[in-house]
Each structure stands twice: as C-alpha cells, then as structure tokens.
C-alpha cells in the first residue's frame, strides 16, 4: 500500500522522474551559496542546484572539473585542497564528500594515517568559514575500525558550536536505481529533519533504469573473455556467492564503484545477454544507475569518465532530497527555532588515549541508560581546549601521535600557567622579568604537580630535554611561545633558558571561548602563517621529481626506495627499454603515481590490487615485451617465491615477461643476491650499463614462458 507520499512519484516511469526533479533551472545570486569539497563530477551539487542552491566546487582531476563546469551553473576550481584552505567567502553551507577509500570495509581502514584522508581539510574550512550548516557523506566503514576518529569529527563540530546529526541512509529509498547505503553526517543549529523515504517500499529496478539499454548491444561493447568468465566464476566460489553478481533488472544494483564498473574484477557490473554472452557497463548505463540524466554529459577517457561516476556519492537525486532538507533547516533558523537534544547525547572528544572517568556517570545502572558514546571516557576539557588552540593557530596536532598531543596540549598549559580549574583570562604572557617562564624542567615539574592523574604517574625531571627538542619544537616556531624569554641571546643547551607565552598570542588565550576568539585567531595567523603549511611546503620541496618516458611529470616522496624507482625511469629504461610507456608505478608513502588500468587489462592484466603488482610496470611495444622491476631497499627482490606469484599474476598477459631486480649497488646486491630468482635479471643503479643474468643462456629477453 503506497502512501499519500508516495503516490505521483513511484507511478512515473524512472526516466521521467530523473527528468522532473533533476532540472537545469536558471539560477540568481540570492540563491544560497553551497561550497562544494572534494567536487568531483558535481553529483552532490548537481542535487544542491536542482534544489535552488548556488554552488562552487574544488576538484582535484581537470576533467572532472571539465564535466562539473559544463552541466552545473556553477564554476569548479581545479585544485588539490590541503589543510586550511582559501576558498570564496560567505557560504551558507558547505558540502562534502572525502575520499572513501581510507575508512571502507574493502580497503585498509587506515583513517587519518591514510593520506587521502581529507576530513581535517573540511573540518578547517567548517571552523574558518563558519556556514550555517555543513553536511558530509562517507562510507559505513567509518562506524567501523575507525569509530573513534568519526567520534573525533563530530566532536569537533560540536565545539565549533553545532548540532551534530548522523544516519546511514540507502538510496534506492530516494529514488536512485541501486542499493547504497552511506553514512551522512550534517552540523547545524536550528532543527534537522532526514528526508522522507519516498522509495523504501517501491524502488526503483536496475532494468527500469537501464531500459532499453540492458537489451542491445553497443558498438563499442566489451565482452568478458573465456578467461574472464572462468575467474570471475572462481571468485564467486570462493566469496561464496550464491546467486551470479549479474546486474538483476527486477531489482535495485548492487552499489556503483570506481572499481566495479572500470576494472575488470571479480565483482565487476555486467550484464547478461538473451544468447548468454556477458558485457560490461557502458558510461551512460552506469550514470543511470547512478541517476544522473542523460542531459548530463562526461568528459575525459572512458576510465576517468568511470571514475568520475563512480566517486557521486551521494548520487544526484538523493542529494537533491539531502538539498531540500537543507533548505528547511535554514528556514527554520531565520525563524529562531532551535533543536533540543540533550547534552548526554553530544558524543565526547576522543583525541587521546589519556583520559579519566566521566564524573557525571557514576553508577553502573546510570550507565546502562545512556547511549555507547555518553558512556565512553573523556579526556580533561582543559587539555582538549589547549588542542583547539593549537589546531586553530596551524600547528599539525592530527599527525601527531596521542602521547605527542597530550604532551603539546600540557606543554601549553604550563608556559600559560593554566591548571585544570584555570579560566582562560588567567593565562600568563610575557610582560618583563618578572613574568611567568618556566625551564623545561619546571615544565615537567607543572605537569606532575597539576596534571598527573592525566599522565597516569610522575615523568622524570630527567627527561627535560625531551621537551626542548619534542614538545617545545612545534610551540616556538608557531610564534606561541618565545624561546627564551629573558634572555634571547642564550645557548640551545643553557639549563636556565626559560619559555612562556608570546605576548602576540596572549589575546588567542585571554579570549577564547568568546566572540572576538577567532578574529584574533586570523590576525595571528596573518602574522606568522600557518605552521602545517610550512611544514607542508617543507616537504613539497623534499620531493623526488620524475618525468615519465612520455614527458608526465610525477613527484615520489623521500626515501632510498623511491630513488632506486627514479633511476629505473631515469637510467634503466632509455637504456634497456627505450620507448617503453610505464604503465604503473607506486610510491612508498602508501600512494599510487601511475597506474594505467585500460592498458595492463588489455595486456591481459587481471587484480590490479597494488600489493599485487611489483614496483614498476613498463611496455615496450616495439619488442612486445613487459618489464616488471622492483626497487630493493631493505625487501622484495624477485625471490623464487615472487617470480612464482609474477607469474601466475600475468599468466593470461599477452606479452611476454622480463623480471628485473633493481639495487642501490654491490653492497645492498650482496645481501640478497641468494634469494634471487633464475631467469631474471639484476640491475645496479651504480653501474647503469650493465645487467646480471641469473641464466647465462641470452642477453636480455624473455625467458620460456606459456604465452610467449
């Protein structure tokens, strides 16, 4: 039985509903103005404009920004956001959808120890920028191994003066043709109501989006091989899949992936044909099911056309529901209405692992009443307002580790002689000889004197230069503290050098917790920057610059093991494979530079997982053949073990195989050259024009293999 609701909108064809709700309207300038973070296509704006807000994005990938400025009112600014960033002014909301893959069930759930984590970067523009509302998606695995870092986030939100709202929501309950559900966060401060389920109890069908689609064969379609209908039936085995992952048109899809729709994996969208031939998606197909209008036009290859569809989220016509529900809750602030949720239920700060029991809990049947999150320790409220402070000046507290935070959060509260029952308008500043400083054996002595159920038992006075060196390093050159207040002049190692609070910030602590806090924030940061970005920039300048054989020009991180992948562009290539196209290359610090999908499926290339693959991936077509290299620092030369795994990697490859091992010199050679598989090769970076071949029977080439 379909509800008053309901009626009207389930009873039109897919089609005619994508076309009815998702509009190019015009637009005018007293439209609300929504920043858009992590951009991509515009799936999340695409939802915001159809619902009469103004927009204006910040993408990394040029073509995705190409297809959001073609389709969308508003303009796209192709740039990679890092930490406090420049954006337009006055937004009423902002928007965002960070990379998923650092909090997913599929990957690694390395949360903020991933470097595509970009919530610190949406956390600085909600506490600079300060709108009215701000919503963010990502995946469920976020209530996952990474709990507590969500916990984090909201907390942050809530000190910043927001209500903070979350719930998992599918959206083939909002009219979008496929089962995805995902976790939505919004921050407010009026009232919040979830958007109707306008389709939970009669969704939209994969075939009634597909339409005519499903049933004809494109011109360009790609049919899965023998090969590929033999592994993908292996892997259903052993995932234990009951029913064949072909799309179903009686029923909603399975979730739209990057993954799923451009590589050719074992969960891969395809679709059955009448004569039993499966094919895979094409663009458009996978835009409908993401319920993007055929209106709506892609730009870019047909992987970035892929990725750029897959990476919505969430999909436009949920977005727009999520959009309406946004404007009523501006509404109901210029009406002064206010949401009443009980402060029990406002999850606490988890930034540290030190922490002591929360004294308004006390008995176990209190306990039992309140939801997990009250129920769960905080850490001393004076110490996570000091951590406030020093994110608010730009110093990187959310790469620090949870005894370096706590130690930067006390060595601030001992420099300001502030105790836990302190206000902040008694911090102390530097004013003379007579003002409050403290040596860093002082500093510790602070700490056991005033904070040491915090600490859990006494630090040794003995570990004062641990201070200087560790906790004092990022206070000084942040312009919070003077090195040494009463005497400049005095030697790195002088036991007397005393420390305290600059009187430029004295004002960043005398206010906070009051309205003129964050104009005295930005005018210190105009002063004396922004301490994570000259780290940041430190680090830029750090970089191994590498241009690719077809003049792209890439950037490795530090490390003896980039450097051995750099002379391997560099040396080993114009010299043994001139003219070859490097189809991936890895990074040690957990990233991947180069990685051409189309191409090494094409080679017959199946998991392209990174762990998979060795270092370096390179083709040279004139020959036919594939170099697969690593770079050997301290592990992974091609060992017996790893030529067997290459191999069955690329049993279906095309192109015949050469292994290379990659090394420094003779020394580091020396260490493993036991290990070292027969028929590969070995190369030195020091002595570039030579290979070892362990098999004397040719020269270089590829050895006896099925395919070659």
């Known amino acids: 039985m379909k509800t008053e609701q309901e009626k009207g909108i389930t009873d039109i064809s897919y089609q005619e509903f994508i076309n009815r709700e998702l509009t190019k309207d015009i637009l005018n300038d007293e439209n609300p103005l929504v920043i858009d973070l992590f951009a991509g296509c515009g799936g999340l704006a695409l939802g915001f404009e159809a619902a009469g807000f103004k927009t204006t994005g910040y993408e990394m990938s040029e073509e995705a920004c190409a297809t959001y400025q073609y389709n969308l009112h508003g303009r796209c600014e192709n740039i990679t956001l890092t930490r406090y960033p420049t954006l337009i002014d006055n937004p009423k909301v902002i928007i965002a959808g960070p990379p998923c893959q650092p909090f997913s069930k599929g990957g690694y759930q390395l949360g903020l120890l991933d470097s595509r984590d970009g919530f610190p970067i949406f956390l ?73 389920q306008t389709h939970l109890h009669h969704p939209y069908t994969a075939g009634e989006a597909l339409g005519e689609l499903a049933l004809i064969v494109p011109a360009k379609a790609k049919f899965l091989t023998l090969s590929q209908d033999q592994y993908i039936q ?27 729709l451009a590589a050719a994996t074992g969960d891969m969208l395809r679709i059955r044909l009448a004569d039993g031939r499966r094919r895979r998606l094409t663009v458009r197909e996978g835009a409908r099911l993401q319920s993007f ?27 727009k529901a999520l959009a309406l529900s946004v404007k009523a809750c501006l ?33 176990r049947k ?7 999150i009250a129920q769960k320790k905080y850490m001393e409220p004076k110490i996570e307002e000091a951590l406030q402070i020093l994110k608010a000046v730009g110093i990187p507290v959310d790469s620090q580790t949870p005894k370096r935070k706590l130690r930067l959060a006390l060595t601030l509260l001992a420099v300001a002689n502030l105790k836990p029952e302190s206000s902040w308008t008694e911090a102390c500043y530097w004013q003379g000889t007579k003002s409050w400083a403290l040596t860093t054996r002082e500093i510790i002595i602070f700490w056991n004197n005033n904070y040491l159920e915090v600490l859990g038992k006494p630090l040794s006075s003995g ?7 560790k906790d004092l390093a990022l206070l000084i050159p942040s312009g ?19 420390y305290a609070v600059s009187e430029d910030a004295k004002d960043i602590l005398l206010t906070f917790g009051t309205p003129q806090w964050q104009e005295n924030i930005n005018a210190f940061r105009e002063k ?82 990174r762990d998979l693959l060795p270092d370096v991936v390179a083709y040279d077509p004139v020959r036919n053949w594939l170099f697969l290299i690593e770079a050997v620092h301290s592990s992974n030369p091609i060992s017996q073990i790893r030529h067997l795994n290459l191999e069955e990697l690329t049993q279906n490859c095309t192109a015949p195989r050469i292994y290379v091992s990659a090394f420094k010199n003779r020394a580091s050679f020396r260490e493993w050259v036991l290990e070292i598989s027969w028929e590969t090769e070995v190369w030195l970076v020091e002595s570039p024009d030579h290979l070892i071949h362990f098999n004397g029977e040719k020269f270089l080439g590829p050895y006896n293999q099925p395919n070659s």
Not at 297 to 313: C, L, R
Not at 463 to 469: A, E, H, L, P
Not at 574 to 601: H, Q, T
């Open 293 to 319: 209008p055929d209106w709506f036009e892609f730009f870019g290859t047909e992987d970035s056309q892929y990725q750029q569809i897959g990476n919505a989220v969430p999909p436009p016509i949920l977005a």
């Open 331 to 363: 509404k109901a602030e210029e009406q002064g209405l206010r949401t009443e949720i009980s402060p029990s239920y406002q999850p606490q700060q988890l930034t540290l692992n030190f922490i002591r029991e929360n004294p308004q809990i006390s008995s």
């Open 463 to 469: 570990s004062y230069d641990d201070v200087r060196r």
């Open 528 to 609: 004396y920057g922004v301490l994570a970005e000259r780290l940041f920039r430190t680090r830029q300048q750090n970089q191994v610059p590498v241009t690719l054989p077809d003049g792209t020009y890439i950037e490795l991180s530090q490390g003896e093991h980039n450097l051995i992948q750099k002379a391997i562009i560099d040396e080993f290539l114009p010299r043994f494979a001139p003219g070859a196209e490097v189809l991936y290359i890895g990074d040690s610090a957990k990233k991947v530079l180069v990685r051409k999908d189309e191409r090494l499926l094409q080679l017959g290339f199946f998991e392209l997982e």
């Open 124 to 196: 600085d523009a909600v506490e600079r920028y300060h709108p009215k509302i701000a919503l963010f998606e990502n995946v469920q695995g976020m209530l996952y191994r990474n709990k507590r870092y969500f916990e984090e986030i909201v907390a942050t939100l809530s000190t910043n003066g927001y209500f903070v709202e979350w719930k998992i929501l599918n959206a083939s309950d909002y009219g979008v043709p496929q089962r995805r559900q995902r976790l939505f966060c919004v921050a407010h401060q009026s009232v919040w109501k979830w958007p109707a």
């Open 366 to 372: 209190t306990q039992k009443t309140r939801p997990r």
């Open 234 to 260: 292996r892997y259903e085995a052993a995932s234990k899949c009951i029913n064949p992952r072909d799309i179903h048109l009686n029923a909603p899809s399975r979730t739209v992936t990057c993954r799923n």
């Open 480 to 498: 919070l503290v003077l090195r040494s207040a009463a005497n400049p002049n005095a030697s790195t190692n002088d036991p007397t050098r005393r």
